[in-house]
């Protein structure tokens, strides 16, 4: 037998462990070769155009060029609400990280006076956001502090200053709660607004006639394509691309701006310096419905909100006087004698009184159990249906409450409260603000479920009907409503529908919608003579010998007369809520007024005066002729 040497060097025979540790090396090279061509294929051909995407955004940068908000202009063209230009101090999130965020906002705070942790928190927030887009640093930056940032332009790397609009209102408080506020969008609000086009940082209304029409007002950003550096620097070709932003429209009201000061003077007079708490009122074409003052008092400044006025901001709202609501369209008040053009009406409508009936006004009159108290226990003997307008009798129109309740007890039907609704009490006027209050005429559904306290009587009884016949127990109105139930006596039997919005224009002035007179009154059947009977009522009132607002209106000469009716709603506890509610001329109607003031009194002695100083604006007369109130108690 032959024996094989082994060579130095040379390989030994291969084993099967050995060839199968060789398979698994091979195997695992050739997946990892797998895997990272799949990869190398992936960032090529999937990811490559998103990557081409993300090196474009580096390169090119997109600024948002805010759009003007639209004027708003009285329906003579005097500016109520515009903009003018100014400067906000900026920063993009995602180009100023942590921690140079923190050194950079820092140098900026100390050179604005400010503290830094409010621009910190903007910054975080919209780096949760939108960390792309501007956040605004300071707002409105006066010229000084924007020409030292520019002069320290490099100590602040990610932080540029931006042009804005910021909204003025040139009389300040005039017509503020018509105007309404503008401000940013509320946190818990930008996504629906960002579902509506917004960028989710713009200034949009957030109330009144601002938040309305916002549509129209808001305009319509433009935009720039820019190259820039990795410092966000202009280089090569600078502007790619622009778009210029488009203006808001202009809104043009149904006020006039004088009358509107008129009142607001009238409101500020009755409550300043008195026991009155608030004060609101309406004046308004009864024809058409055009709303030509509105207001409400305590008021507002609507710049504080358009310049975050922080400090002031917090007193409106922790002030218990209220200013930022609107009285005129949200206050609800019993409506007191001022309803009873209302009762009057139905009652003759529905055959409860006949026209030519002559009743006693006694000092008192016993109904279920209960004696009902006339105005001041004034006897006024027996009167006609006008003149128990024209003295404002309590007793003939508790009378009229206990008839509507016998026929509600006999047949079901709720007379009252069907002719209030045709009168618009009880529901919104559909005026074109928000928020607006639907007021309460109370029936046998809402008695039955409204929270009063525990064992509270909750069936329909005889005292009902006869409060709500004078406008007193849970009836509750306000001022707008009275204003459009008047107007129903004034133009002979419409229900009109009150707007401020007169038409929308371009900057340029061409007509883009119109909207006064576009929605159609409600007709209220009312026969010829209960508009007659009521008519003369109301001309009494400011006129007859026995009107209780004679000594108001009776020194003013106008030609064709007044026509209103005075209230005095009872506020147990307190002192009462004056109301006058009126038109004029009475033989061709221009102008109908309806003012409260709360805790104001009898409504002869402060809601009356105000009401005729306020028409003397419109109709041409000396406000200094209208007289006072007799020393008599009136409601």
Same mark, same amino acid.
């Given at each position: 037998?032959?024996?094989?040497?082994? *060579?130095?060097g040379?390989?030994?025979?291969?084993?099967?462990?050995?060839?199968?540790?060789?398979?698994?090396?091979?195997?695992?090279?050739?997946?990892?070769?797998?895997?990272l061509?799949?990869?190398?294929?992936?960032?090529?051909?999937?990811?490559?155009?998103?990557?081409?995407?993300?090196?474009?955004a580096?390169?090119?940068?997109?600024?948002?060029?805010?759009?003007?908000r639209?004027?708003? /202009?009285?329906?003579?063209?005097?500016?109520?609400?515009? =903009?003018r230009?100014?400067?906000?101090?900026?920063?993009?999130?995602l180009?100023?990280p942590?921690?140079?965020?923190?050194?950079?906002v820092?140098?900026l705070?100390?050179m604005?006076?400010?503290?830094? *942790?409010?621009m910190?928190?903007?910054?975080?927030?919209?780096?949760?956001?939108?960390?792309y887009?501007?956040?605004?640093l300071?707002?409105?930056?006066?010229?000084? !502090?924007?020409?030292?940032?520019?002069e320290?332009?490099?100590?602040?790397?990610?932080?540029?200053?931006?042009?804005?609009?910021?909204r003025?209102?040139?009389?300040?408080?005039?017509?503020?709660?018509v105007?309404g506020? =503008?401000?940013?969008?509320?946190?818990?609000h930008? /996504?629906?607004?960002?579902?509506?086009?917004?960028?989710?940082?713009?200034?949009?209304?957030?109330?009144?006639?601002?938040?309305?029409?916002?549509?129209?007002?808001?305009g319509? *950003?433009?935009?720039?394509?820019?190259? =820039?550096?990795?410092a966000?620097?202009?280089v090569?070709?600078?502007?790619?691309?622009?778009?210029?932003?488009?203006?808001?429209?202009?809104?043009?009201l149904?006020?006039?701006?004088?009358?509107?000061?008129?009142?607001?003077?009238?409101?500020?007079?009755?409550?300043?310096?008195?026991?009155?708490?608030?004060?609101?009122?309406?004046?308004?074409?009864?024809?058409?419905?055009?709303?030509?003052a509105?207001?409400s008092?305590?008021?507002?400044?609507?710049?504080?909100?358009?310049?975050?006025?922080?400090?002031?901001?917090?007193?409106?709202?922790?002030?218990?006087?209220?200013p930022?609501?609107n009285?005129?369209?949200?206050?609800?008040?019993?409506?007191?004698?001022?309803?009873?053009?209302?009762?009057?009406?139905?009652?003759?409508?529905?055959?409860?009184?006949?026209?030519?009936?002559?009743?006693?006004?006694?000092?008192?009159?016993?109904?279920?159990?209960?004696?009902?108290i006339n105005?001041?226990?004034?006897?006024?003997?027996?009167l006609?249906?006008?003149?128990?307008?024209?003295?404002?009798?309590? /007793?003939i129109?508790?009378?009229?409450?206990?008839?509507?309740?016998? *026929?509600?007890?006999?047949?079901?039907?709720?007379?009252q409260?069907?002719?209030?609704?045709?009168?618009?009490?009880?529901?919104?006027?559909?005026?074109?603000?928000?928020?607006?209050?639907?007021?309460?005429?109370?029936?046998?559904?809402?008695?039955?479920?409204?929270?009063?306290?525990?064992?509270?009587?909750?069936q329909?009884?005889?005292?009902?009907? !006869?409060?709500?016949?004078?406008?007193q127990?849970?009836?509750?109105?306000?001022?707008?409503?009275?204003?459009?139930?008047?107007?129903?006596?004034?133009?002979?039997?419409?229900?009109?529908?009150?707007?401020?919005?007169k038409?929308i224009?371009?900057?340029?002035?061409?007509?883009?919608?119109?909207?006064?007179g576009?929605?159609?009154?409600?007709?209220v059947?009312?026969?010829?003579?209960?508009?007659?009977?009521?008519?003369?009522?109301?001309?009494?009132?400011?006129?007859?010998?026995?009107?209780?607002?004679?000594?108001?209106?009776?020194?003013v000469?106008?030609?064709?007369?007044?026509?209103?009716k005075?209230?005095t709603?009872?506020?147990?506890g307190?002192?009462?809520?004056?109301?006058?509610?009126g038109?004029?001329?009475?033989?061709?109607?221009? !102008?109908?007024?309806?003012?409260?003031?709360?805790?104001?009194?009898?409504?002869?002695?402060?809601?009356?005066?105000?009401v005729c100083?306020t028409?003397?604006?419109?109709?041409?007369y000396?406000?200094?002729?209208?007289g006072?109130?007799?020393?008599?108690?009136?409601?």
């Amino acid at each position: 037998m032959t024996l094989r040497r082994h *060579r130095p060097g040379g390989r030994g025979p291969l084993t099967p462990a050995t060839a199968v540790r060789i398979a698994a090396l091979g195997t695992a090279a050739l997946v990892l070769m797998g895997v990272l061509m799949a990869r190398l294929w992936f960032l090529q051909i999937i990811g490559g155009q998103a990557y081409a995407q993300r090196a474009e955004a580096n390169r090119i940068r997109t600024v948002d060029l805010p759009a003007q908000r639209g004027t708003i /202009t009285d329906r003579n063209g005097k500016v109520l609400a515009r =903009v003018r230009e100014g400067w906000n101090i900026v920063a993009r999130p995602l180009e100023l990280p942590n921690p140079k965020r923190q050194l950079v906002v820092r140098r900026l705070a100390e050179m604005l006076g400010t503290p830094p *942790r409010p621009m910190l928190k903007a910054l975080a927030q919209g780096q949760q956001n939108s960390p792309y887009e501007a956040v605004v640093l300071e707002d409105d930056v006066p010229l000084d !502090i924007r020409t030292a940032f520019v002069e320290r332009q490099r100590d602040f790397p990610g932080v540029a200053v931006e042009r804005s609009y910021v909204r003025t209102y040139p009389d300040g408080e005039l017509a503020a709660h018509v105007l309404g506020t =503008v401000g940013p969008i509320y946190r818990e609000h930008v /996504t629906s607004y960002r579902d509506q086009g917004y960028l989710g940082n713009e200034t949009v209304g957030h109330t009144g006639i601002e938040a309305q029409y916002e549509s129209y007002l808001r305009g319509t *950003r433009g935009e720039l394509r820019v190259e =820039v550096n990795v410092a966000g620097q202009p280089v090569g070709r600078g502007i790619l691309s622009s778009r210029s932003p488009t203006p808001g429209n202009t809104l043009v009201l149904s006020l006039d701006a004088k009358l509107q000061a008129a009142l607001q003077a009238q409101l500020y007079q009755r409550v300043e310096g008195s026991a009155a708490t608030g004060a609101a009122g309406v004046a308004m074409n009864p024809q058409t419905g055009e709303v030509l003052a509105m207001a409400s008092y305590p008021t507002f400044n609507p710049e504080d909100y358009a310049r975050s006025r922080v400090k002031r901001l917090t007193a409106y709202q922790n002030s218990k006087r209220q200013p930022l609501t609107n009285r005129a369209d949200e206050g609800l008040y019993p409506p007191a004698s001022t309803m009873k053009i209302v009762t009057l009406a139905s009652a003759l409508q529905t055959g409860i009184v006949k026209p030519g009936a002559v009743l006693l006004s006694d000092s008192s009159v016993e109904l279920w159990g209960r004696n009902w108290i006339n105005f001041g226990k004034e006897y006024q003997g027996y009167l006609s249906l006008p003149q128990a307008l024209e003295q404002s009798s309590d /007793t003939i129109f508790y009378g009229f409450g206990d008839k509507f309740f016998r *026929r509600y007890r006999s047949n079901g039907v709720e007379l009252q409260q069907r002719w209030a609704h045709d009168f618009g009490l009880g529901q919104k006027t559909g005026i074109d603000l928000p928020d607006e209050a639907d007021g309460r005429i109370p029936d046998k559904q809402w008695k039955r479920t409204y929270p009063f306290p525990d064992g509270y009587q909750r069936q329909w009884l005889p005292g009902d009907n !006869i409060n709500m016949a004078v406008g007193q127990g849970d009836v509750l109105v306000t001022p707008l409503q009275m204003a459009v139930a008047y107007s129903v006596i004034a133009n002979g039997g419409h229900r009109v529908v009150p707007t401020l919005g007169k038409r929308i224009e371009t900057p340029a002035g061409s007509l883009v919608r119109q909207l006064s007179g576009t929605k159609a009154s409600t007709p209220v059947t009312l026969s010829p003579s209960t508009l007659s009977i009521i008519r003369e009522g109301l001309r009494g009132v400011t006129s007859g010998p026995g009107g209780t607002a004679t000594g108001v209106f009776g020194p003013v000469p106008l030609k064709g007369g007044f026509a209103g009716k005075t209230g005095t709603g009872e506020n147990y506890g307190r002192e009462d809520h004056s109301w006058f509610v009126g038109y004029a001329p009475a033989d061709n109607p221009k !102008i109908v007024v309806a003012i409260v003031v709360a805790n104001g009194g009898t409504g002869a002695s402060a809601a009356a005066p105000a009401v005729c100083a306020t028409m003397g604006e419109y109709l041409g007369y000396d406000p200094g002729l209208c007289g006072v109130a007799p020393p008599k108690k009136t409601n």
